[in-house]
């Protein structure tokens, strides 16, 4: 019956909507009345399943008070594990290769720590220069910790067109020198998907350790770190996960390396058995929960029991279909309704593109403002990027139709023009 329809009409947005299996979820969110929520791959949206679960951890806290790390439903001290495995078949791993600990940043510095041990030749550290810039930060401190200059140490994979990598470069920065390769799964610009699966071997022929920042890529696309056999991994659940504002973070740890000694230590990388021991010489959980430091931040986690439990009902590969055909949509719209305006699609157009799209603009700052004051949320980057990411959990087809209508009318009738061409403190 659809393709009955004119492609571009907003009937034919309703009919796609009204076949969405994943549909019955929008209910499941938060969503201010009028607005069309499309930056989830910064934030996500609050889910009334999130918002009840964040209440039974604080009434367990009220009724428990200490007790509540051993009682409840969820008891506090096996949150991280529980958590863990919920979130293990997101990432295609085993329920004992995921903890939810920490932050992106942190963990990533967990790992570095942990496994990057320079020896001979092997010295230096692979990443990208189109990466998030935290991922810089943190390995270039890495390797001052362990007394190597960033400049000469940490080899930065030049993008050729400045929004995309070729993995044939990745693969020739693999040289005889290198001892680790930190990739993101997901350009958090471009939206590209890198072949995490093809990266990992060509690291592995090479006796190269390799791990992947998922914070892009987690709850927006399938991974199989296990069967790839990918080293480790860390990510953020405050995105796509909507795990909320500065949500508990959580690293993958292939079970191959379990029994390393973690570089950071603290006294929930313990053997739980063995915790309360009060031991000054530290006995490792023998499973990725070695990798946590300090104690759980239990309240902040609290979201995710009610978010994880939404995932494994949809099954993260219904939403990667779904996914692809909002942006698919999303892209035609744009191409239709926007040529002439300025407007470059700098994401790839085919199935390697994750759960957001990247459109440049030399206005894309004031465009931006002037798509909030219409209450449609997008997201700016620097210099003149636009992200805009149609979740499949929570926002629909109409919704996406509406978006490019309104942002056609805003550029037909320059109403961007009243706004200055800058971010804003938060972009």
Known sequence: MAAQLDRFSLEYARTLDQSDPLACFRNEFYINEGTIYLDGNSLGLLSKRSERTVHSLLESWKTFGIDGWTEGE???????????????????????EVIVTGSATANLHQLVSTFYKPSGKRTKIVTDDITFPTDVYALQSQLRLKGYDPETHLVKVKSRD???????????????????VILSGVQYRSGQILPMDRLTAEAHKRGILIGFDLCHSVGSIPHSLSEWKTDFAFWCTYKHLNGGPGAVGALYVNKQHFGATPGLAGWFSSDKSKQFDMAHELTPADHA????????????????????AMFNEAGIEAVRRKSLKLTGYMMDVISHELAGFGFTIRNPEDETRGGHLFIEHAEAARICKALKEEKMI???????????APVALYNTFEGIWLTIQKL????????????????????
């Not at 104690?295 to 029991?305: C, D, R």
């Not at 997008?378 to 805009?388: E, H, T, V, W």
Request: hydrophobic letters at 40%; a negative charge.
């Open 74 to 96: 969820h008891p506090w001290f096996y949150l991280p594990e529980q958590l863990g495995e919920q979130m293990a078949p997101l990432i295609g791993a085993s329920p004992e």
């Open 162 to 180: 400045g929004y995309t990598l070729e993995a044939e470069d990745l693969i020739s920065a693999m040289t005889e020198d290198v001892a680790m």
């Open 289 to 308: 929960g070695a990798y946590q430091m300090g104690t759980p931040n239990i309240l902040s986690m609290a979201p995710l029991l009610g978010s994880l």
């Open 378 to 388: 997008p997201d700016f980057r620097a210099p003149s990027g636009i992200r805009l």
């Open 408 to 427: 056609k009318a805003i550029m037909k009738e320059e109403t961007y023009k009243k706004f200055e061409n800058k971010r804003g403190v938060v972009a």
